[in-house]
């Protein structure tokens, strides 16, 4: 069975850091495009970023361009997520998802950030 | 961008049929896929391409995607049912993801 686990998240001042990890198991993790999904409080599903299988492509959401930066180690079935500069709507609970094709299959239980002074 | 209006609640009584509508410009040519997301868990998939349904995922959840309108529709809704569900498609064009707003569905 495919499980996602995601770490990382916790309470951080404005202009903060964070890095937010994604661990897998279950499946082969380096056949898969992997994504960050967001979820603010009471909010809806907002997509983050998304990186290709090998780690070359990758692509973000306008509102965290040049701040956040997603990486993986396929060797350790992990992903990452930097966050800098965070900002207080940024607030949100982070799920790591497989994306095979243009949906999500399996989504982590979520990491939650919380950017507040 | 691409816009999903879907409507925010739709309520049914137990053992009915819950119709859950996504409207987008020209859905029908797009792949869309549903999740359900019950409070304090992930998101599930329930639906994708459509129509199809994931390994254990019940028959009573099926879509339908046609013009500027795809429906999740629940049969013989249950108790265990009541959860918010999102539309999703993959706009080409901007190469990202696109998630409807929500729709709480409560179960009466």
């Known amino acids: 069975e495919v499980q996602l686990v995601e770490s990382g998240g916790g309470l951080v001042q404005p202009g903060g850091s964070l890095r937010l990890s994604c661990v897998a198991s279950?499946?082969?993790?380096?056949?898969?495009?992997m994504t960050w999904i967001r979820q603010a409080p009471g909010k809806g599903l907002e997509g983050v970023a998304n990186?290709?299988?090998?780690?070359?492509?990758?692509d973000y959401v306008d509102s965290v361009k040049g701040r956040f930066t997603i990486s993986r180690d396929n060797a350790q079935n992990s992903l990452f997520l930097q966050m800098n500069s965070l900002r207080v709507e940024d607030t949100a609970v982070y799920y790591c998802?497989?994306?095979?094709?243009?949906?999500?299959?399996?989504w982590g239980q979520g990491t939650l950030v919380t950017v507040s002074s | 961008s691409y816009v999903l209006t879907q409507p925010p609640s739709v309520s049914v009584a137990p053992g009915q049929t819950a119709r859950i509508t996504c409207g987008g410009n020209?859905?029908?040519?797009?792949?869309v896929h549903w999740y359900q997301q019950k409070p304090g868990q992930a998101p599930v998939l329930v639906v994708y391409?459509?129509?199809d349904r994931p390994s254990g995922i019940p028959e009573r959840f099926s879509g339908s995607n046609s013009g500027n309108t795809a429906t999740l529709t629940i049969s013989r809704v249950e108790a265990g049912d009541e959860a918010d569900y999102y539309c999703?498609?993959?706009?080409?064009?901007?190469?990202?993801?696109?998630f409807g707003g929500g729709t709480k569905l409560t179960v009466l």
């Open positions: 998802a497989r994306r095979p094709g243009s949906l999500f299959d399996f």
């Open positions: 279950g499946s082969t993790f380096s056949d898969y495009w």
């Open positions: 990186i290709d299988q090998g780690g070359t492509e990758k």
């Open positions: 020209n859905i029908g040519s797009k792949s």
């Open positions: 391409d459509d129509n």
């Open positions: 999703q498609v993959w706009e080409s064009s901007t190469d990202h993801v696109v």
